[in-house]
């Protein structure tokens, strides 16, 4: 019997059971007979769908996940006995760099733009402060670069900034794009019979990605709508901002991704309505892809490459103007068979080009070739 292969993917911010990590990536290793560990913050150890997940405890804070968490993912990960090791945050690259300094393949994966991302944390400090800090964080990028045995990108949209500045390391940045998972879609064959039209948002509840616009404009409209949201909030004050005397947003907790998509299939029309920041504007964020697979039409952010890849599947406003994002979504119910026709385009091209089948193929040719 052939030995697996022992593999390890870290994250000390997201989930155990995060789409990308969890399902697209361990399951996915797990299905190719590799040995998947997943060091990641959890309340116990447990194997789920053959994967090992190895708890870390629960973070009090910024400080404590980057440096505590980052020590113990560093020695649980030896325990791991893996000879890859694959880390889904910047704040590791400080444990990858120990991990390949002892022999390990080291493989970090971006799931941003992060020194961009950088820039417009407000928490961080003042924009000198912000610009310091991504300067800062492009110098171990670059340690990390030289040492790291394969670099992969989430998106498209990092490929200039990555390819212009490590060009004597190209062959090493590898695409893994965020795709959905089609084996766990299935396009639903007419919209809701309800009354009430149905708005869509799942993934991370934050500011930037505009919610408070959205929540603010379905309270204050005269069609009968409900603004459906899943996910994790930025924190308990901005939740209370969100919904606090919202009677028209119903939000339903945080849960597992397979559970995600037969709520998704149960609306009408997906939302994402990211604000204008840099590390938007090229993006091509998996949730649009997901609404496209279960045959939503959207109502998404007028970004001028966004306006271009998803013109006709879509209606494009002004992220963060409430009165626009009421308009559309006005216009949206009163043409609501029309867009419906937008989704049904949008699951056909998904279901096509854009599939985390194909992608986990790329994966596993990176961790054969390592």
């Not at 997201?14 to 998947?36: M, N, P, S, T, W």
């Amino acid at each position: 019997m052939t030995k697996k292969k022992r593999v390890c993917h870290i994250s000390t911010v997201h989930g155990a059971f995060d789409g990308r990590i969890f399902y697209k990536q361990c399951v996915y290793l797990a299905k190719e007979g590799f040995d998947v560990s997943y060091i990641v913050q959890h309340d116990k150890n447990e194997e789920v769908s053959n994967v090992k997940i190895r708890r870390l405890p629960k973070s009090r804070g910024r400080f404590h996940r980057f440096f505590v968490l980052g020590f113990l993912a560093y020695f649980k990960a030896i325990g791991a006995r893996a000879k890859i090791v694959h880390f889904h945050d910047p704040e590791l690259i400080f444990v990858g760099i120990g991990l390949r300094l002892i022999g390990k393949k080291v493989i970090y994966d971006n799931h941003e733009l992060v020194y961009k991302q950088i820039e417009g944390k407000s928490w961080v400090g003042k924009s000198g402060l912000r610009k310091m800090v991504a300067k800062f964080y492009q110098f171990f990028e670059m340690l990390g670069v030289s040492w790291f045995s394969a670099i992969v990108l989430a998106e498209d949209g990092y490929k200039d900034y990555f390819e212009s500045r490590y060009k004597r390391k190209i062959k090493k940045i590898k695409y893994i794009r965020n795709y959905p998972i089609l084996d766990l879609i299935q396009p639903r064959n007419q919209g809701s019979e309800s009354k009430v039209v149905r708005l869509f948002y799942a993934g991370g509840l934050l500011r930037v990605r505009g919610i408070k616009e959205v929540c603010e404009a379905v309270e204050d409209i005269s069609a009968d709508v409900e603004l459906i949201l899943l996910g994790r909030w930025q924190n308990e004050e901005y939740k209370n901002e969100c919904l606090e005397g919202k009677g028209r947003v119903k939000f339903l907790g945080e849960i597992p991704l397979k559970e995600v998509y037969p709520i998704m299939k149960t609306a009408d029309i997906g939302i994402c309505t990211l604000y204008p920041v840099e590390n938007h504007l090229t993006s091509n964020p998996v949730k649009v892809y997901e609404y496209m697979a279960c045959g939503l039409p959207m109502i998404i952010s007028n970004f001028p490459s966004w306006m271009e890849q998803f013109k006709d599947y879509s209606v494009f406003v002004d992220p963060t103007s409430v009165e626009e994002i009421k308009e559309k979504i006005q216009w949206s119910v009163s043409n609501l068979e029309e867009l419906r026709e937008r989704g049904r385009k949008g699951s056909k091209i998904v279901r096509e080009k854009y599939s985390w089948e194909a992608e986990s193929k790329r994966l596993v040719a990176i961790y054969n070739d390592l």
